[in-house]
């Protein structure tokens, strides 16, 4: 089994940036597939990004129009989601989850075995 913690979030200004990191304990990182969730009030939870076990491999959501990019340091137990040009839309809870290995079907929440608890991310002015 897998602990993942999120940490990095907070508020920043449109248009600002941040760095969500998403430390694992128990089995090592480089065993599983980091994705990136967020939950916005009201809303379902929406997959945002993934990277392989490897880190050969990222995928993003589309609409993000390239404003997220993705990074993993399997010797620190440790994956980042960095988060540019932020809108207020992009305000929710962040989530990272752990799976075997590869990214299929990287954006449904089912093809994740463990999660973290969340870090909140608040984009205003």
């Known amino acids: 089994q897998v602990q993942l913690v999120e940490s990095g979030g907070g508020l920043v200004q449109p248009g600002g940036s941040l760095r969500l990191s998403c430390t694992a304990s128990?089995?090592?990182?480089?065993?599983?597939?980091i994705g990136w969730f967020r939950q916005a009030p009201g809303k379902g939870r929406e997959g945002v990004a993934c990277i392989s076990n490897s880190g050969d491999s990222t995928h993003f959501l589309e609409s993000e129009g390239g404003r997220f990019t993705m990074s993993r340091d399997n010797a620190k137990n440790t994956a980042y989601l960095q988060l540019n040009s932020l809108h207020p839309e992009d305000t929710a809870v962040y989530f990272c989850?752990?799976?075997?290995?590869?990214?299929?079907?990287?954006?449904?929440?089912?093809?994740?075995?463990?999660w973290g608890q969340g870090t909140q991310v608040t984009v205003s002015s």
């Open positions: 989850a752990a799976r075997a290995a590869l990214c299929t079907f990287y954006s449904r929440p089912e093809y994740y075995d463990y």
């Open positions: 128990g089995n090592p990182l480089e065993y599983y597939a």
